[in-house]
């Protein structure tokens, strides 16, 4: 027991005498040099404050409030003209499409008049007995025949041949 | 209870002035009455005032009224028009519908045996159409009053209102 206490005290370093901070060291410390923040070159944004912001002085602070009637009506004129462009433009926008609309239906009008007229000239046509339908012309010009003297058509051989080993 | 700010009266006016016309301005400036001098007293300044997130419609008489009653205290003070919501847009009530239904740019009258239907959550149909305003834009504020003119209830409508489609 008292072998190992002797070891723990002998582990402790040997005492040593402090030393006192002189005042001239102290007063020293307390004189560094401080520096602008120009001197130091720091880039503009990085401060606090970035450069575009500057607090105005002698403005009111907080929310402005509109409360007489004629600031209020300033605004309504303001967002009664942009209703009335936009209600504007809506309409021009409905007119455009509705003349658009009407073409379209007058020209399928014409379409749908132009092919009845077409079927009722050829319903006249086959009533008065004329036999000129549809196939009128196949009829006047008839498939021409071979005449003798033309070449025979020519014919495979092999798929004759082919044929007949199978 | 404060004045509105001008962003808020911005919004405010601009929602507004979906289901009226010109005749807004009305609102904020009564017009003038030419034929006695009593009925130009009587005819009351108005304003906006918002309180939490709501916004009434007062006299404003009846607004320096209500600055002696407590924030916490005061529930409401003249006619809701809407709020605020808190992502800034504003939602109209339908206790707006008196102060809009007068000055309405487009109209809709529904004959009597379509109102039910309608206040029961049915479509306008053709047949129940009384009259209404011609030459009305697709997604237009429209304000839909019974024969008798009594307002029913301010919507956006779907589609125009042609009178020559014949559907």
């Known amino acids: 027991m008292s072998k190992s206490k002797n070891n723990r005290v002998s582990k402790l370093p040997p005492p040593k005498q402090q030393k006192t901070k002189s005042f001239s060291a102290v007063n020293k410390k307390s004189k560094r040099k401080t520096y602008t923040e120009e001197e130091l070159g720091i880039p503009k944004l990085n401060m606090i404050t970035p450069t575009g912001i500057k607090a105005p002085s002698g403005k009111k602070k907080g929310k402005i409030f509109i409360d007489d009637p004629k600031s209020m009506m300033t605004i309504l004129a303001l967002v009664n003209a942009d209703k009335e462009g936009q209600i504007e433009s809506k309409m021009m926008k409905a007119r455009q499409m509705e003349e658009i609309r009407e073409a379209r239906r007058k020209e399928a009008e014409q379409r749908e008049q132009t092919r009845k007229n077409k079927l009722e000239e050829t319903k006249n046509d086959i009533k008065k007995g004329n036999k000129k339908g549809r196939h009128a012309d196949v009829a006047i010009n008839p498939k021409p025949h071979r005449q003798k003297d033309q070449k025979p058509e020519k014919r495979v051989a092999f798929a004759k041949s082919t044929a007949g080993l199978v | ?167």
């Open chain 2, 1 to 167: 209870m404060r004045p509105l700010t001008e962003q808020e009266t911005k919004t405010l006016f601009e929602k507004l002035a979906n289901y009226t016309g010109r005749s807004l301005s009305h609102l904020v400036a009564p017009p003038a009455s030419t034929d006695s001098s009593s009925a130009n007293a009587n005819a009351q300044v108005m304003t906006f005032r918002l309180h939490g997130l709501r916004v009434y419609y007062l006299p404003v008489s009846l607004a320096n009224l209500a600055t002696t009653i407590a924030r916490p205290n005061l529930l409401s003070v003249g006619t809701c028009i809407g709020k605020f919501s808190k992502h800034g847009k504003f939602r109209m009530h339908i206790t707006a519908l008196d102060v809009i239904a007068p000055h309405a740019r487009y109209k809709l009258w529904v004959k009597p045996n379509g109102e039910m239907p309608f206040l029961y959550g049915g479509n306008v149909v053709k047949a129940h159409v009384g009259k209404w305003s011609e030459d009305c834009p697709a997604h237009q504020g429209v304000v839909v009053l019974a024969m008798n003119d009594t307002p029913l209830v301010f919507l956006q409508n779907e589609t125009t209102s042609r009178s020559d489609r014949g559907d």
